[in-house]
Structure formats: structure tokens, C-alpha cells
């Protein structure tokens, strides 16, 4: 180990910078947020640094550096660009006992500093010894995105509550029980989902009945976006990865499954044309059975639960019996197929509007309102319409739009598969009879594929 990470406390200890430009400033701002007083010694200083400074009652000193300024400080920092004045620094800090850290220098540094995750009162730090700080803010952005910021809140309630725990729990081993149930469960999720005072008060009940166990699970209807794991959002990656059950679509990319709970029991309930795995009906008693037996159900839907994803009907259920839930938006397929396909849904020389349909016509039967759908500066989007193209096609036609108006469609959509090909109502039906590209699909209508040719990005195949 080439360091020993330590946390200093320094609320009100003064502290010595000599440096008074840019890099002074990011010091500055890192140690005034912990509570230091600042001197700070320069022949300039910035103004942004000496704003700071009469902020946080520091002091600022315009002129040459001198040892006698250690006198009383607890850290030692110098951020010049003057190489001598540095080492100097340095020497005089290690002669009074002073830590000193002298920026970008490590073999001049008692300290350094680590870049930092803050959710205070929990503080991560990371370092590489000096030897790679980009590796450090690297493996810092990661721990960024995996730790909502909302931890810092939960931390601050386990702090409140911390006394009344080990005054009703005797022992060192119940305490320990006690805070892993409830940093898993109900307690730290009402806490996430910005529900403080409910979680406060279950706690306090939890605290009061003597265990933190509680009789009802939660379903979490998370949307799994269209495929592409990185386009999951971080809420839906944390509970997917502390959930019990999953119960997943068709839709959902095994690229996505692969990042669930290794151990959670994993339940496909997916859905094909005339083929159901699992009725609608049974999907229900599985999420309402799972949750009361105690267990974190998250129900994983390909795309966004609300649109075209039956989430609503399956809450319905969920609000009956009694068990509480939290919904997960995804990116929905229009907005990401579109996208990684390069066609923009509104343009302002195109398209001023976007409808969302279902191309899961009812019975065969062509009752969509078409009469709605032929404004020319309007997007059109249908989802599971491949099998019902020819349809949705004389259906358009018939309702007066012109044969000519462009027509894409956007297979297997920000995959390594994606396949796209652009026709015109006139020929589209014939192009994917040549095409044969596989659901899941999504058919865009209107002007603003024209800008496909120019947009594309993701190197898809354009028939």
C-alpha cells in the first residue's frame, strides 16, 4: 500500500496555500467545502479564488511566501507553477511536522489527494498513489453512476435514528441484522424514490417492533429500453441488481439480462403474436404471490412500461392488492430506433408533430382513426405494425395520403443487428417482402426520413 487512506476532519482548521491561480482555486474549492480556513499566499490571486476566500472568512496574503506561515496550520498545500518555491514549501512543512501536498508532484507530497464520490455523510475516495489520476476520475465517474446521489439523504436518516437502534437492539450482531435489512429494503427505496418522511416513519416502526423485516415485498416496473444496455437508466440497473425476481419480456436484450442479480430467479414471461408464454392474467398473481411472500419483484418491460407495455393494467393490480410498486420509465422504441437509425422525429422544416400507434391491430381489423394520421407535418410512428404493414399502408392510402410519402423501417433497433430500409408507401410493402426484416420493428412515415441519407451514425444496413 503506498499510501494509508485517511479522512481528515477540517472544520475551522486553518490551512496554508501558497498559489493563487487556477489550480489554487480547485484546492481552494475542495477544502472549503470541508470546512477549512484558508491562507492563501500569491502575488495575484484570482478573483474567483479571492471571492472564496471572503466567502469562507479566509485570508489572503499578496506577496512573497514565508515559512513563518505555517505557524498554526493544520495541511500544507503548494499550487505554483515555480518549481524552487514548491520544493521550499515542501521542505519547510516536513521541518514543523506539517502534512504538505505540492500539486502534480507526488515524490513531494506527505498527502494527496483522491478524487472523490460525495454523498455526504458517505464520502468515497480513490487514488492511484500519483500514479494515474485519470485512472482515479475514470474508476471515480463509474462509482458516480452506480451510487444515487440520493445516498446521501439515506445516510443522514441512518445517522437521526442511529441512537434509538442500538438502545433497542443489544448486541453488536442484532444491530448489524437490523441496518442490512433495512438498507435492502423498503426503508433505503422510499429513500430513493424521494419518499423521506415515509421512510423515516417505517423505520421508527421497524425500530419500535423490534426487527426491520417487513411482511410485503415491492414490484419495480422498470423499462428496459429497446436493447442497447447502455441506455438503461441508473435506477433501473440498481434495481435490477438487489431484485429477488425478475419477470422479464421477449423484448428485453440478453445483453440487459446478463446485468440482473446473478441469484435472482429469473421468469420469462414473454409475449409473441398469438403466442403468450404467460397470459396477461398469471403475470399478475406472479407479481401480487412474489411480493407478499416478502421478495423485491422488479417486472422488466423492453422499451418504457407505459407506452404500448400493458405497465398500467399490471399497476392496476398491484394498487388492489395492496402492493406498493415504483415505475422505471425507459427509452421508449420510437426515440431510440429513430434515433440510432438517424432519422429525427420532428425537424422544424419537416415535422412539427410525432403520434405514437399501435400496429397490434384489434382482431385483424383495420380500426385505427387514419383520418388522424395524413397532416403532412406530422411524424408517424407504429409499433408491432411488420406483420400488419400491408394494411397500415391501404389504410393510409385510402385516407388520402400521397402514395409518394416516406416510409422507413427500423428493425431490431440499437443492436448489432439493426437493419433499416426507406421506400415510399408506393413500394415498401414490396421492399420488405425483398428485405424480410424481423420484428421487433418500429415503421416511421413522414418527411423527415429524408434526412436519414445525411444523419445515419450507427453503420446499420440500408436496403
Known sequence: MEYLPLFFDLKDRHILLVGGGDVALRKARLLTRAGARLTVVAHAIDSELAQLLDLHHGVAILGDYRSDLLLGKTLALAATDNDSLNEQVYHDAIAANIPVNVVDNPPLCTFIFPAIVDRSPIVIGISSGGQSPVLAR?????????????????????????????????????????????????VAEKVFAGRDQEAEALLLEQIEAGSAKSQTGEVYLVGAGPGDPDLLTFKALRL??????????????????????????????????DNHAVPQHDINQLLIEHAKAGRRVVRLKGGDPFIFGRGGEE?????????????????TAASACSTY???????????????????????????????????PNQTIVFYMGLHTLELLVQ??????????????????????????????????????????LEAPAIIIVGEVVALQSQLSWFGQDVC
Not at 392496476?316 to 415505475?327: D, N, R
Not at 408533430?353 to 395524413?374: A, P, W
Request: charged share 25%; hydrophobic share 40%; aromatic share 6%.
Open 315 to 331: 399497476l392496476e393490480q398491484l394498487k388492489a392488492a395492496g402492493i406498493p410498486f415504483q415505475v422505471v420509465p425507459g427509452v
Open 395 to 436: 389504410g393510409l392510402l385510402d385516407h388520402g395520403k400521397p402514395a409518394d410519402t416516406l416510409i422507413a423501417i427500423v428493425s431490431q433497433g440499437t443492436s448489432a443487428q439493426q437493419r433499416v430500409i426507406k421506400g415510399t408507401l408506393r413500394n415498401i410493402v414490396e421492399l420488405q417482402q425483398h428485405a424480410q
Open 138 to 186: 475514470i474508476l471515480r465517474s463509474k462509482l458516480e453512476s452506480q451510487i444515487p446521489v440520493s445516498f446521501s439523504r439515506l445516510g443522514e436518516l441512518v445517522g437521526r435514528l442511529r441512537d434509538k437502534v442500538k438502545a433497542r437492539f443489544a448486541s453488536v450482531n442484532e444491530r448489524r441484522v437490523v441496518w442490512e435489512q433495512v438498507l435492502h429494503g423498503q
Open 240 to 273: 435490477m441488481q438487489q431484485a429477488d425476481v425478475v419477470l422479464y419480456d421477449r423484448l428485453v436484450s440478453d445483453e440487459i439480462l446478463e446485468l440482473c442479480r446473478r441469484d435472482a430467479d429469473m421468469i420469462y414471461v414473454g409475449k409473441k403474436r
Open 341 to 375: 437509425g438517424g432519422i429525427p422525429l420532428t425537424h422544424r422544416n419537416y415535422a412539427q408533430s410525432v403520434k405514437f400507434v399501435t400496429g397490434q391491430l384489434k382482431n385483424r381489423t383495420t380500426d385505427l382513426n387514419f383520418s388522424e394520421m395524413i397532416s
